[in-house]
């Protein structure tokens, strides 16, 4: 049987170098959207809606129907736009099961007291392993490929792989694991997995920064392309090699610059903190807490 192949749009954001995918069945109206951002300046506080307002004018003037918005895992360098969408155009937030173990860990982070539901309840849909589920006629399954965080998840949609921040281009490597509940082993078993697809398959991924020497952003790359040619994974490379390299890389990375804003939205599936008493809205800085 012949493995369809979505179309797929890519929407970059700038400020962040993330892409947001735009997944549809070529044979009905049905659409996915993956990772999308909401804008946000960190020095003024102001959220901004006009990167998810680009995918929703493309929604509407194409007549697609929104099925699912889907997350490969808690950002940590941009904020969700799933909500401001999901009231818009409809559509089932999904993320991997794993947010439980992320919501328990910044949960204590950010002080966030027992009001603050650490079940995933916050999302539509929890996907574990194997999962599979459907974007009109197109046929989805799911890859669980921890390492980055507790929670990543591939999304494999026909004979296309959405890898999040597991794997970039071939150019510029892989995730980095620092970051609380991340470990280099299991992401290189993770990876492993992904190039265990077929060397055909489409690899979307989720950032890119334009390694030196490439004039252009790009976020489609293959398995093969990656078997051969990532930097950090391809030609055969050996578990203890790439654990040496990747600890040893993320050891020199500042924080991204939003971290703390994005992890207490995105934990909650895009959705700000509750409201204080003065009717506002707070996000929270732990002074030495990351």
């Known amino acids: ?21 735009l997944v549809k069945d070529p044979e009905s109206s049905a659409c996915a959207v993956v990772d999308s951002v909401l804008d946000f ?11 998810a307002d680009r995918i929703i004018a493309h929604i509407r003037a194409n007549g697609l129907q929104l099925n699912w918005i ?7 360098d941009h904020l969700s736009a799933a909500p401001y969408i999901q009231e818009r155009l409809g559509g089932k937030i999904g993320i991997g099961e794993k947010i439980t173990v992320v919501q328990d860990t910044f949960g204590k982070v950010f002080n966030e007291g027992t009001e603050f ?3 995933g309840s916050q999302f539509d849909r929890l996907f574990t392993e194997g999962d599979t589920f459907t974007i009109g006629a197109l046929n989805a399954r799911v890859l669980h490929t921890p390492g ?11 004979d296309a792989a959405f890898v999040g921040d597991t794997l970039f281009m071939p150019d510029f490597g892989t995730a980095r694991c620092d ?24 690899i979307f991924v989720g950032h890119d920064y334009k390694a030196p020497g490439r004039d252009e952003y790009a976020w489609e790359t293959t398995v093969a392309e990656e078997k051969a040619r990532n ?6 490379r050996t578990a203890r090699d790439f654990v040496e390299m990747r600890e040893a890389r993320d050891k020199t990375l500042a924080m991204p610059k939003l971290i703390i804003p994005s992890l207490q939205v995105n934990m909650r599936a895009g959705q700000m ?7 506002k809205t707070y996000l929270k800085v732990p002074v030495n807490g990351l």
């Open 1 to 21: 049987m012949t493995t369809k192949k979505p179309d797929v749009t890519g929407f970059f954001d700038d400020a962040t170098n993330t892409v947001t995918f």
């Open 41 to 51: 300046d960190y020095a003024s506080g102001r959220t901004d809606t006009r990167s």
């Open 70 to 76: 889907l997350e490969t895992h808690v950002h940590a």
């Open 117 to 119: 539901q650490r079940d």
């Open 148 to 158: 980055h965080t507790p929670a990543c998840l591939t999304y494999v949609i026909g």
């Open 179 to 202: 970051f609380p509940g991340g470990s280099a082993e299991v992401l290189f078993h993770s990876i492993q997995k992904i190039l265990s697809l077929p060397d055909d398959t489409r």
């Open 231 to 236: 930097i950090h994974i391809g030609g055969n």
């Open 273 to 279: 903190p509750p409201a204080e008493d003065d009717g």
